[in-house]
Protein backbone atom coordinates (compact mmCIF):
# COMPACT_ATOMS: atom_id res chain seq x y z
CA UNK A 1 0.00 0.00 0.00
CA UNK A 2 1.20 3.45 -1.12
CA UNK A 3 -0.89 5.43 -0.19
CA UNK A 4 -1.28 7.58 -3.18
CA UNK A 5 -4.89 6.88 -4.91
CA UNK A 6 -6.34 8.13 -8.40
CA UNK A 7 -9.27 8.50 -9.75
CA UNK A 8 -11.13 7.57 -11.65
CA UNK A 9 -9.78 3.59 -12.25
CA UNK A 10 -11.07 3.78 -15.94
CA UNK A 11 -12.43 6.57 -18.75
CA UNK A 12 -13.55 6.53 -22.08
CA UNK A 13 -13.64 9.97 -23.64
CA UNK A 14 -14.04 10.98 -27.73
CA UNK A 15 -11.31 12.83 -29.53
CA UNK A 16 -11.12 16.52 -29.22
CA UNK A 17 -13.07 16.15 -25.21
CA UNK A 18 -11.12 17.73 -22.23
CA UNK A 19 -9.99 15.29 -19.68
CA UNK A 20 -9.12 15.42 -15.75
CA UNK A 21 -7.31 12.92 -13.38
CA UNK A 22 -6.74 13.21 -10.16
CA UNK A 23 -4.23 11.82 -7.83
CA UNK A 24 -3.92 12.02 -3.70
CA UNK A 25 -1.09 11.53 -1.84
CA UNK A 26 0.08 11.05 1.62
CA UNK A 27 1.42 13.93 3.95
CA UNK A 28 4.69 14.76 3.66
CA UNK A 29 5.20 13.79 -0.07
CA UNK A 30 5.41 17.34 -1.67
CA UNK A 31 6.62 16.01 -5.20
CA UNK A 32 4.56 14.58 -7.74
CA UNK A 33 4.95 13.13 -10.75
CA UNK A 34 2.62 12.09 -13.61
CA UNK A 35 3.54 9.45 -16.33
CA UNK A 36 2.42 7.78 -19.37
CA UNK A 37 2.43 4.32 -19.98
CA UNK A 38 1.49 3.17 -23.70
CA UNK A 39 0.88 -0.42 -24.02
CA UNK A 40 4.07 -2.61 -24.27
CA UNK A 41 5.84 0.50 -23.33
CA UNK A 42 7.71 1.53 -20.09
CA UNK A 43 5.78 4.68 -18.49
CA UNK A 44 7.25 8.25 -19.70
CA UNK A 45 7.87 11.34 -17.87
CA UNK A 46 4.71 14.01 -18.58
CA UNK A 47 6.02 16.70 -15.72
CA UNK A 48 6.99 16.95 -12.07
CA UNK A 49 5.36 19.22 -9.31
CA UNK A 50 6.68 20.23 -5.68
CA UNK A 51 4.86 22.48 -3.94
CA UNK A 52 2.24 23.53 -6.32
CA UNK A 53 5.22 24.68 -8.81
CA UNK A 54 6.34 22.72 -11.86
CA UNK A 55 9.81 21.84 -11.60
CA UNK A 56 9.72 19.23 -14.35
CA UNK A 57 8.39 18.60 -17.74
CA UNK A 58 8.89 15.48 -20.48
CA UNK A 59 8.35 15.68 -23.55
CA UNK A 60 4.66 15.99 -24.35
CA UNK A 61 2.56 19.22 -25.86
CA UNK A 62 1.03 21.88 -23.45
CA UNK A 63 -1.99 20.44 -24.19
CA UNK A 64 -1.20 18.27 -20.89
CA UNK A 65 -1.35 20.53 -18.02
CA UNK A 66 -1.46 19.57 -14.50
CA UNK A 67 -2.06 21.71 -10.87
CA UNK A 68 -1.27 19.94 -7.05
CA UNK A 69 -2.84 21.40 -4.06
CA UNK A 70 -1.48 21.99 -0.75
CA UNK A 71 -3.58 19.08 0.95
CA UNK A 72 -1.46 16.62 -1.03
CA UNK A 73 -3.75 16.46 -4.19
CA UNK A 74 -3.00 17.09 -7.91
CA UNK A 75 -4.44 16.96 -11.49
CA UNK A 76 -3.33 15.91 -15.10
CA UNK A 77 -5.12 17.99 -17.75
CA UNK A 78 -5.52 16.82 -21.02
CA UNK A 79 -7.19 18.69 -23.56
CA UNK A 80 -8.09 18.61 -27.30
CA UNK A 81 -7.75 14.65 -26.61
CA UNK A 82 -6.29 12.47 -29.72
CA UNK A 83 -6.89 9.13 -30.09
CA UNK A 84 -2.91 7.88 -29.29
CA UNK A 85 -3.23 9.53 -25.39
CA UNK A 86 -4.91 6.53 -24.68
CA UNK A 87 -3.18 5.01 -22.32
CA UNK A 88 -2.88 4.38 -18.49
CA UNK A 89 -1.64 7.64 -16.74
CA UNK A 90 0.07 6.65 -13.07
CA UNK A 91 0.99 9.33 -10.80
CA UNK A 92 3.97 8.72 -8.22
CA UNK A 93 4.81 10.52 -4.92
CA UNK A 94 7.95 11.18 -3.54
CA UNK A 95 8.58 12.22 0.88
CA UNK A 96 11.09 15.07 1.30
CA UNK A 97 14.49 14.07 1.11
CA UNK A 98 13.81 10.89 -0.43
CA UNK A 99 13.40 12.28 -3.66
CA UNK A 100 14.51 9.61 -5.95
CA UNK A 101 12.10 6.61 -4.77
CA UNK A 102 8.75 7.55 -6.43
CA UNK A 103 5.70 5.36 -5.10
CA UNK A 104 3.13 5.12 -7.69
CA UNK A 105 -0.16 5.56 -7.47
CA UNK A 106 -2.80 2.10 -9.45
CA UNK A 107 -2.99 4.62 -12.41
CA UNK A 108 -5.99 5.51 -14.66
CA UNK A 109 -6.75 3.92 -17.72
CA UNK A 110 -8.04 6.42 -20.52
CA UNK A 111 -9.55 5.12 -23.93
CA UNK A 112 -10.00 8.02 -26.40
CA UNK A 113 -12.28 6.80 -29.12
CA UNK B 1 16.88 7.72 -28.58
CA UNK B 2 16.59 5.13 -25.45
CA UNK B 3 18.65 6.20 -22.70
CA UNK B 4 17.42 3.17 -20.84
CA UNK B 5 17.13 -0.71 -22.31
CA UNK B 6 15.96 -3.81 -20.93
CA UNK B 7 16.57 -6.41 -23.70
CA UNK B 8 14.79 -9.00 -22.23
CA UNK B 9 11.04 -8.77 -23.51
CA UNK B 10 10.71 -11.83 -21.08
CA UNK B 11 12.53 -14.49 -18.86
CA UNK B 12 11.19 -17.71 -17.69
CA UNK B 13 12.19 -19.44 -14.44
CA UNK B 14 11.85 -22.31 -12.20
CA UNK B 15 10.71 -22.30 -8.56
CA UNK B 16 13.61 -22.03 -6.62
CA UNK B 17 15.91 -20.76 -8.65
CA UNK B 18 17.34 -17.52 -9.32
CA UNK B 19 16.05 -15.17 -11.88
CA UNK B 20 18.61 -12.31 -13.40
CA UNK B 21 17.11 -9.38 -15.21
CA UNK B 22 19.35 -7.40 -16.83
CA UNK B 23 19.13 -3.19 -17.65
CA UNK B 24 21.28 -1.32 -19.57
CA UNK B 25 21.89 2.90 -19.66
CA UNK B 26 23.46 5.22 -21.62
CA UNK B 27 23.51 8.87 -19.44
CA UNK B 28 26.34 8.82 -17.50
CA UNK B 29 24.31 11.82 -15.44
CA UNK B 30 22.23 8.57 -13.70
CA UNK B 31 22.95 8.40 -10.38
CA UNK B 32 20.07 6.40 -8.71
CA UNK B 33 18.85 3.35 -10.18
CA UNK B 34 15.44 1.63 -9.34
CA UNK B 35 13.17 -1.27 -9.92
CA UNK B 36 9.71 -2.03 -10.46
CA UNK B 37 7.81 -4.68 -9.98
CA UNK B 38 4.06 -4.32 -11.83
CA UNK B 39 0.83 -6.22 -12.19
CA UNK B 40 -1.90 -5.69 -14.65
CA UNK B 41 -4.00 -2.98 -14.44
CA UNK B 42 -2.10 -2.11 -11.05
CA UNK B 43 0.73 0.92 -10.81
CA UNK B 44 3.85 0.27 -10.76
CA UNK B 45 5.83 -1.30 -7.09
CA UNK B 46 8.97 0.16 -5.76
CA UNK B 47 11.07 -2.96 -4.93
CA UNK B 48 14.79 -2.18 -4.65
CA UNK B 49 17.36 0.87 -5.50
CA UNK B 50 20.92 1.98 -5.64
CA UNK B 51 23.22 4.64 -5.78
CA UNK B 52 25.54 5.32 -8.18
CA UNK B 53 27.95 5.39 -5.40
CA UNK B 54 27.42 1.72 -4.25
CA UNK B 55 28.43 -1.36 -6.45
CA UNK B 56 25.22 -3.87 -4.88
CA UNK B 57 22.23 -3.44 -2.04
CA UNK B 58 20.34 -6.55 -0.94
CA UNK B 59 17.25 -6.70 0.48
CA UNK B 60 15.68 -9.46 1.39
CA UNK B 61 15.49 -12.09 -1.81
CA UNK B 62 16.71 -9.07 -4.19
CA UNK B 63 19.63 -7.88 -4.73
CA UNK B 64 20.86 -4.93 -7.58
CA UNK B 65 24.07 -5.13 -8.84
CA UNK B 66 25.68 -2.11 -10.27
CA UNK B 67 28.72 -1.72 -12.77
CA UNK B 68 29.08 1.80 -13.83
CA UNK B 69 32.24 1.38 -16.00
CA UNK B 70 29.29 -0.90 -18.30
CA UNK B 71 26.34 1.26 -17.62
CA UNK B 72 24.81 -2.07 -16.55
CA UNK B 73 22.87 -3.12 -13.65
CA UNK B 74 20.71 -5.98 -12.68
CA UNK B 75 18.34 -7.66 -10.19
CA UNK B 76 18.85 -11.04 -8.86
CA UNK B 77 15.78 -12.94 -6.90
CA UNK B 78 16.83 -15.85 -4.88
CA UNK B 79 14.76 -17.53 -4.85
CA UNK B 80 12.36 -17.03 -7.16
CA UNK B 81 8.79 -17.67 -6.38
CA UNK B 82 5.48 -18.49 -8.49
CA UNK B 83 4.51 -14.58 -6.94
CA UNK B 84 7.35 -13.04 -8.64
CA UNK B 85 5.51 -13.19 -11.95
CA UNK B 86 5.09 -10.15 -13.44
CA UNK B 87 7.00 -7.73 -15.28
CA UNK B 88 9.89 -5.94 -14.08
CA UNK B 89 10.62 -2.42 -14.98
CA UNK B 90 14.53 -1.03 -14.44
CA UNK B 91 14.88 2.89 -13.99
CA UNK B 92 17.44 5.82 -13.66
CA UNK B 93 17.18 9.12 -12.34
CA UNK B 94 19.52 12.40 -12.22
CA UNK B 95 19.21 14.83 -9.52
CA UNK B 96 19.90 16.98 -12.13
CA UNK B 97 16.57 16.53 -13.72
CA UNK B 98 15.31 16.60 -10.24
CA UNK B 99 14.94 12.96 -9.97
CA UNK B 100 12.48 12.42 -13.32
CA UNK B 101 12.70 8.36 -13.82
CA UNK B 102 13.67 7.42 -17.53
CA UNK B 103 12.06 3.43 -17.55
CA UNK B 104 13.35 0.62 -19.54
CA UNK B 105 10.27 -1.18 -21.72
CA UNK B 106 10.47 -3.55 -18.88
CA UNK B 107 10.98 -7.52 -18.82
CA UNK B 108 8.24 -10.12 -18.05
CA UNK B 109 8.93 -12.55 -15.60
CA UNK B 110 7.30 -15.80 -15.58
CA UNK B 111 8.21 -18.19 -12.31
CA UNK B 112 6.83 -21.94 -13.19
CA UNK B 113 5.89 -23.89 -9.99
Known amino acids: ETGVTQSPTHLIKTRGQQVTLRCSSQ?????VSWYQQALGQGPQFIFQ???????GRGNFPPRFSGLQFPNYSSELNVNALELNDSALYLC????????????FGPGTRLTVT | DQQVKQNSPSLSVQEGRISILNCDYT??????FLWYKKYPAEGPTFLIS?????DKNEDGRFTVFLNKSAKHLSLHIVPSQPGDSAVYFC????????????FGKGTLLTVNP
Open chain 1, 92 to 103: ASSLDGRVYEQY
Open chain 1, 27 to 31: SGHNT
Open chain 1, 49 to 55: YYREEEN
Open chain 2, 27 to 32: NSMFDY
Open chain 2, 50 to 54: ISSIK
Open chain 2, 91 to 102: AASAISSNYKLT
